[in-house]
């Protein structure tokens, strides 16, 4: 319970007065759960081999642009440090 400020009464948590429905039995929420997860499947679109091989190649060139990216980033950051704390002479 939670006390309502402006008025002060004590009203439930969830800020809901209805009452609570009553859980089905497991198996049948098993059973909704399934024919749900079938009713989403059969929505789903398989995209054509155009399709796949367009968002293959943009997954593919983000990843190589990621990489130059943290390639880069390290390179600098091993100039900065040779940099600051000098080259060790051999």
Not at 34 to 50: D, G, N, S, Y
Not at 73 to 84: G, P, S
């Amino acid at each position: 319970m939670v006390q309502d400020e402006p008025k002060g009464e004590v009203v439930p948590a969830g800020g809901t007065t209805a009452p609570r429905e009553k859980k089905s039995n497991v198996f049948t929420r098993i059973a909704l759960f399934i024919r749900q997860v079938f009713a989403e499947l059969r929505k789903v679109v398989t995209p054509t081999r155009q399709e796949l091989l367009k968002y293959t190649g943009v997954v593919l060139g983000f990843v190589v642009v990621m990489m130059a990216i943290v390639y880069g980033l390290d390179v600098l950051f091993v100039w900065i440090t040779a940099y600051v704390f000098g080259v060790p002479s051999a």
